[in-house]
């Protein structure tokens, strides 16, 4: 069967591993595309198209890693600039891959204090936000707002924030997406979360309630793909699991069990695809 | 019978110093629960006090709540951490008798918000047993039983699972010592919350009850039908305390940042209403 939305996996999660046993696993597994992690500076854009094209797949997106120093909101300034900077570096190496969508959390990940007053944060993320926003229309890329929950951010923890943040910003490339894991300690209800982003929803990141694969946890998924389906939503699904840690980019770093590469992997798109034909 | 109490830890704070304490007791038995888990700070409470404001609101301790502050970590690879981690329990077992409460929780065994080992996870565990063992025998000593409580990955590296916690409790092997479950933390770890319950059997002997984002039951996603067919089907007869916290990593800190009114009077009424609602449906 044929599917409107596409299927892909964010790279970062796979550690250290090289790209093509990424890219050939996700190809083994019938993914349509990749979510890159952002980091531009590292990439080999020559080689990483060459493994692409030999293996079937587009760039879905390009996955922003926002440690300390690229932190939207932060107190210091040059902090703030770094990280519009690296927003930037992120729009661009999109638009290299025809990728459309850069994802974008406006604080620091794992970071779960402010430094200033709330307000004046708020206006900090609207400004670095306006700024890389008119970058991305420049190059046609999209920008979306990720909202994490509680323990990875006080910042934005719930679709309504996103959706207020983005009406503040006021840039059409400037739009929000979704992320089943954090949805499921933050919002009072997952689909209805989605339904009310409707045509604002640009991205969706997929993985169940305790980290895992689609399917192993507890997340009623039909419910979701049913709000996906009401708001026609026709672009990319990226699975995006991870080990049960505190702190995501050191998780990332350590053991993982066998079955997190392969099996994840394949049960991910299998489950979801089967839902999505279930789902009328 | 199940009972119902309130942890009153987000209406005194963790030093007793927000409300006062007879307002929160006050609240509890006006709002029908049967009683109060207190916040296990010996030395900033006086247990008298505590006994005689039981006495004038008839109602009774639950349970204690310690707060395993990085000080006080039985997996700490800090010696001196450790044994302070087994004389506050001890002191905690010593302040739940005093005030009539069957049980206290113990955590996961690690301190709170501590994400990463500092030793093999071989030796934690060493340490864990070590400490767990002591502290329980002190405990069973003043009829006071231990409840080993899984936390979610932001809250500790340790212990996440009602699985993990039960073999932590095996290896104890104490008569007085046991797990519990939150369900806030369980809607994070577990890959079904009432699976869990029926894994734990009749080694649940207490329930930290919240909604998915630790509000008060009903205002989240977690679905509650099958989680008391559960907890009915083992016969569960403990107490199910109530624990709601603002959303934030450190909820003490979001509190002091903004008012959390939700949490006392309303939160109070409703929690129970809508599990007793649902108990007797």
């Known amino acids: 069967m044929t599917f409107v939305v596409k299927f892909s996996v964010t790279q970062w999660i796979y550690g250290e591993e090289s790209l093509e046993t990424t890219v050939k696993r996700l190809s083994k597994f019938n993914y349509d595309g990749i979510e890159l992690k952002g980091e531009p500076k590292e990439v080999n854009v020559r080689e990483t198209k060459q493994l692409l094209k030999k293996y079937g797949l587009e760039v879905s997106s390009i996955c922003g890693i926002y440690t300390p120093e690229r932190d939207l909101i932060n107190a210091n300034e040059k902090i703030r600039r770094n990280a519009i900077r690296y ?6 190496m999109a638009a290299n891959f025809n990728a459309k969508v850069v994802i974008v959390v406006p604080s620091a990940v794992t970071k779960t204090r402010s430094m200033a007053p709330l307000d004046m944060e708020w206006n900090w993320a609207i400004e670095s936000l306006k700024e890389v926003g008119d970058y991305g229309a420049e190059l046609s890329v999209i920008l979306a707002l990720e909202a994490l929950n509680r323990f990875e951010t006080y910042f934005v923890n719930k679709m309504d924030q996103l959706l207020r943040l983005m009406k503040d910003v006021n840039s059409k490339n400037v739009r929000v997406m979704a992320d089943t894991f954090h949805m499921n300690i933050e919002e009072v209800n997952l689909a209805e979360a989605i339904r009310r982003a409707d045509k604002n929803l640009v991205h969706v990141h997929l993985s169940d309630s305790n980290r895992q694969a689609v399917g192993m946890g507890h997340i009623d998924f ?10 026609s939503y026709d672009r990319y699904l990226t699975m995006e699991f991870l080990p ?10 350590g053991f993982r069990d066998v079955e997190f590469y392969d099996t994840f992997t394949r049960e991910s798109i299998e489950f979801t695809k089967k839902i999505w034909a279930e789902v009328k | ?7 009153i830890l987000v209406n005194v704070g963790i030093d007793y110093a927000e409300e006062p304490l007879e307002k929160s007791v006050a609240r509890l038995s006006k709002f029908g629960y049967d009683g109060v888990e207190f916040v296990g700070e010996p030395e900033k409470v006086d247990t008298k006090e505590i006994r005689r404001l039981l006495n004038k609101y008839n109602t009774e301790a639950s349970s204690l709540c310690p707060i395993y502050t990085s000080d006080r970590d039985f997996i700490s690879s800090n010696e001196k951490i450790r044994k302070n981690a087994i004389q506050y329990t001890k002191d905690v077992a010593k302040m739940a008798s005093e005030i009539g409460a069957q049980v206290m929780t113990v955590g996961p065994a690690s301190a709170c918000m501590k994400t990463r080992p500092e030793a093999s996870h071989e030796k934690e565990r060493r340490w864990a047993i070590e400490g767990l063992t002591e502290a329980g025998e002190y405990a069973a000593d003043l009829g006071v039983k231990l409840a080993i409580e899984p936390w979610n990955r932001y809250e500790t590296h340790f212990i996440n699972r009602i699985e993990q916690a039960l073999e932590l409790m095996k290896d104890v092997n104490l008569k007085n010592v046991g797990v519990m479950g939150d369900l806030f933390h369980m809607n994070i770890e577990e890959t079904s919350p009432a699976d869990a319950i029926l894994m734990a059997g009749d ?17 989240g996603h977690l679905n509650f039908e099958p989680i008391i067919q559960a907890l009915k089907k083992i016969s569960y007869k403990h107490y199910l305390s109530m624990e709601l916290l603002p959303a934030a990593a450190d909820p003490f ?14 939160y109070t009424k409703e929690s129970i209403e809508y599990l007793k609602k649902l108990w007797s449906g």
């Open chain 1, 222 to 231: 039909h419910s979701i793909v049913n709000a996906l389906k009401d708001i």
């Open chain 2, 203 to 219: 080694k649940l002997i207490h329930l930290h009850v919240a909604d998915s984002n630790r509000a008060a039951p009903g205002r």
């Open chain 1, 87 to 92: 927003v930037k570096d992120c729009i661009e």
């Open chain 2, 1 to 7: 019978m199940v009972k119902y109490a309130y942890n």
């Open chain 2, 253 to 266: 800190f979001a509190m002091r940042v903004k008012k959390c009114d939700e949490f006392f009077d309303q």
């Open chain 1, 244 to 253: 049960p840690a505190a702190d995501p980019y050191i998780a990332i770093k």
